[in-house]
T-cell receptor
């Protein structure tokens, strides 16, 4: 039990489908993240919800849409994906504290990921 | 934006030998974190360094934070097959991850 649970573990979807990835954290953290991990590429930060703000990587296509209804739950809504979107999608959480203008991050706790295949 | 670079990308090590992987940032970091991802698994936190010049050890693993807080290293002594995986460094609040060093071990 990692404290961060992701469902589903595996997902195969066509390019016209709409699906959602779910993440839940049981650690009492105040920040949640979506990362994309493709083969032979760095972990790519997609979205962050932290300290009541959402931060996004401007290079993430609009066919990925995050939703964070509360500090424990995070979703990634997918629609009209492309085959190159096939990857491991990792959710993570952490505790972020703010001191003046600086913010500090506790270690990230990752879920097991969703292996997504777009056909 | 902040960029974190890791070298080497791949490290093939004979069992029992030592090796070092390096992490370099384009900007000064307030802290740096190291993670390990086993094949088929997810990244797991190893350690966090905060102070300039800080050195921390975990059994055969030695982590160091540079004096200028722009680089870090992970040194593994007497490599074992259990060390196989990808080691990532991540810096600062938004946790920009390096590309990782993937380690394979020859028995």
């Amino acid at each position: 039990e990692t404290g961060v649970t992701q469902t589903p573990r595996h997902l195969v979807m066509g390019m016209t489908n709409k699906k959602s990835l779910k993440c839940e954290q049981h650690l009492g953290h105040n920040a949640m993240y979506w990362y994309k991990q493709s083969a032979k590429k760095p972990l790519e930060l997609m979205f962050v919800y932290s300290l009541e703000e959402r931060v996004e990587n401007n290079s993430v296509p609009s066919r990925f849409s995050p939703e964070c209804p509360n500090s424990s739950h995070l979703f990634l809504h997918l629609h009209t994906l492309q085959p190159e979107d096939s990857a491991l999608y990792l959710c993570a959480s952490s505790q972020v504290s703010s001191r003046g203008l600086e913010s500090y991050n506790s270690p990230l706790h990752f879920g097991n990921g969703t292996r997504l295949t777009v056909t | 934006g902040q960029q974190v670079m890791q070298i080497p990308q791949y490290q093939h090590v004979q069992e029992g030998e030592d090796f070092t992987t390096y992490c370099n940032s384009s900007t000064t970091l307030s802290n740096i974190q190291w993670y390990k991802q086993r094949p088929g698994g997810h990244p797991v936190f190893l350690i966090q360094l905060v102070k300039s010049g800080e050195v921390k050890k975990q059994k055969r693993l030695t982590f160091q934070f540079g004096e200028a807080k722009k680089n870090s290293s992970l040194h593994i002594t007497a490599t074992q097959t259990t060390d196989v995986g990808t080691y990532f460094c991540a810096g600062d609040y938004k946790l920009s991850f390096g590309a990782g060093t993937t380690v394979t071990v020859r028995a």
